[in-house]
């Protein structure tokens, strides 16, 4: 796809990615590391998602996943929804986490997305590199419902 520098390389991830992938997932994941490669693999199959990823040295250092989603509205344009942003902790604060957010941004424009929806966790203090990135939250209110 293109390079984040000379040996930094961001890409569209495949299924052969996804056991680096599950060190990503299990570091993103405040509690239990349940990542596993039948779950990543279910993730990488499901028509309209994508996962883009940061490597170097033969090692995925970020990711994130993009669903593109059909909708009804908008003239039929779909959304896309953004998650699991990760990367690695001795990585992080060299633009690589941005070159891969911008490769998931450009891929939802590429698919005609009307817009781009993510939520971050309040704990992360990751708010200001979304909002860096041209996200806020003066449009909507994101929510969660857990299942206990």
């Known amino acids: 796809m293109k390079s984040h520098s000379d040996d930094v390389l961001v ?5 052969a990615d996804s056991e680096n992938l599950i060190a990503l997932y299990n570091e993103l994941t405040f509690g239990p590391k349940t990542a596993r490669m039948r779950r990543v693999a279910a993730v ?19 990711m994130v996943t993009l669903h593109i989603l059909p909708n009804v509205t908008y003239d039929g344009r779909p959304y896309a929804l953004i998650e699991n942003v990760a990367t690695a902790a001795e990585f992080r604060k060299r633009g690589i986490g941005r070159s891969v957010m911008q490769a998931a941004i450009d891929a939802a424009w590429a698919e005609d997305a009307y817009k781009i929806m993510l939520m971050t966790g309040q704990r992360r203090g990751a708010r200001g590199f979304y909002e860096a990135l041209g996200f806020d939250c003066e449009d909507k209110f994101g929510m969660v419902l857990r299942r206990a």
């Open 44 to 62: 990488m199959a499901h028509p309209g998602t994508r996962i883009y990823g940061a490597e170097t040295q033969g090692r995925i250092i970020a």
């Open 11 to 15: 890409r569209r991830l495949e299924q």
